[in-house]
C-alpha cells in the first residue's frame, strides 16, 4: 500500500516563503499529483495540480506566487509557496487523485505576524 507523507509546514510571517514535500512509498511517475488545504472552519480545497508529463495548474489566488513541482526519481512532489498571505493558512495535504486514491496526513501552514 502506497503512503503519502507531507512535510515542510511551519509557522512563516506574511510575504515568507515555504518549500512543501510530499514523499511516496512508491512509485508516482504515471500519476497526477496535487495538493489541497482545508483553513479552519471551512472546507478542503483544491490548490494546484501536476500531470505525469510536469504540467502545473493552480488555484487563481495562488497562482504567480506557489509552484508545483515533481522528482519522479525521488518519488516526490513539491509546492514552492512564496508571498504568503495569513489566507493561505490552513493543513496542506498532498492526493493522489483515482480509482485507488491516495490522501496523506497532512502538514500545518500558519502565516502569521
Known amino acids: 500500500q502506497v503512503q503519502l507523507v507531507e512535510s515542510g509546514g511551519g509557522l512563516v510571517q506574511p510575504g515568507g516563503s515555504l518549500r512543501l514535500s510530499c514523499a511516496a512509498s512508491g512509485s508516482i511517475s504515471v500519476y497526477t499529483m496535487s495538493w489541497h488545504r482545508q483553513a479552519p472552519g471551512k472546507q478542503r480545497e483544491w490548490v494546484a495540480t501536476i500531470t505525469s508529463e510536469g504540467f502545473g495548474i493552480y488555484l487563481n489566488s495562488v497562482k504567480g506566487r506557489f509552484t508545483i513541482s515533481r522528482d519522479n526519481a525521488k518519488s516526490t512532489v513539491y509546492l514552492q509557496m512564496n508571498s504568503l498571505k495569513p489566507e493561505d493558512t490552513g493543513v496542506y495535504y498532498c492526493?493522489?487523485?483515482?480509482?485507488?486514491?491516495?490522501w496523506g496526513q497532512g502538514t500545518q501552514v500558519t502565516v502569521s505576524s
Open positions: 492526493r493522489r487523485p483515482g480509482p485507488s486514491e491516495l
